[in-house]
């Protein structure tokens, strides 16, 4: 399976302090790609880095990939309680032509005020 | 933003029923895809959808889903006979091209199934 694994599963932080959440993968990928799901709605797509970076910034979000370990960390800095939602990596699986992409199982981040 | 619509937001359904899901995906979005969330955990990939044609298809789904783009706009999924385990969130997505394209997700719909 090339399904991601998220770490923590679940963390809790205080307003303002940076939170970092970690995955891992099985198998060689094209790009891996981080989702924010708030409770009861859908995914929404944050940031993309592919397999020839090894880091990537937008806005509070920065991102790192080691494919080496295949693992992913993102980090968002001064975190606010709109932040609070559960947080995806997705993997494509590495293969030409690939369509779907595999996510893992999520970290639930609160941010607490 | 364009969005994917889903509807309904909420599906009842006595078990052994037929249910069809509804997506309308983003205009010029070429591959559409469903997956299922069940009770706030892991979200798990379905089936792809592209050129009218099933492109993959997990093992989840069996011979009891079927997909169906029956015109240029809508996307649905149909369960012919629904089992008490399918009662999960159902969320449709779609995008332009293939690679390193983010996916666009409609906001699903809760399937219970009694």
């Known amino acids: 399976s090339q399904q991601g694994e998220e770490d923590p599963q679940a963390l809790s932080i205080q307003e303002g302090e940076n939170a970092t959440m970690n995955c891992s993968y099985k198998t060689s990928i094209n790009n891996l790609q981080w989702y924010r799901q708030n409770s009861g709605r859908g995914l929404v797509h944050l940031i993309l880095?592919?397999?020839?970076?090894r880091e990537k910034h937008s806005g509070r979000l920065r991102v790192t990939l080691d494919t080496s370990k295949k693992s992913s960390s993102l980090l968002i800095t001064a975190s606010r309680a709109a932040d609070t939602a559960s947080y995806f990596c997705a993997t494509d699986g590495g293969i030409q032509g690939a369509q779907k992409l595999v996510f893992g199982q999520g970290t639930r981040l609160t941010i607490n005020p | 933003e364009p969005e994917v619509t889903q509807t309904p937001s909420h599906q009842v359904t006595q078990m052994g029923q037929e249910v069809i899901l509804r997506c309308v995906p983003i205009?010029?979005?070429?591959?559409f895809y469903w997956y299922r969330q069940i009770l706030g955990q892991k979200v798990e990939f379905l089936v792809s959808?592209?050129?009218?044609?099933?492109?993959?298809k997990s093992e989840i789904f069996d011979d009891q889903f079927s997909v169906e783009r029956p015109d240029g706009s809508n996307f649905t999924l149909k369960i012919r006979s629904t089992k008490l385990e399918d009662s999960a969130m159902y969320f449709c997505?779609?995008?332009?091209?293939?690679?390193?394209?983010?996916?666009?997700f409609g906001s699903g719909t809760q399937l219970s199934v009694l």
């Open positions: 880095i592919r397999s020839n970076e």
């Open positions: 997505a779609s995008r332009f091209g293939a690679e390193g394209e983010k996916l666009f």
């Open positions: 205009s010029n979005h070429l591959y």
């Open positions: 959808f592209y050129n009218n044609e099933i492109s993959e």
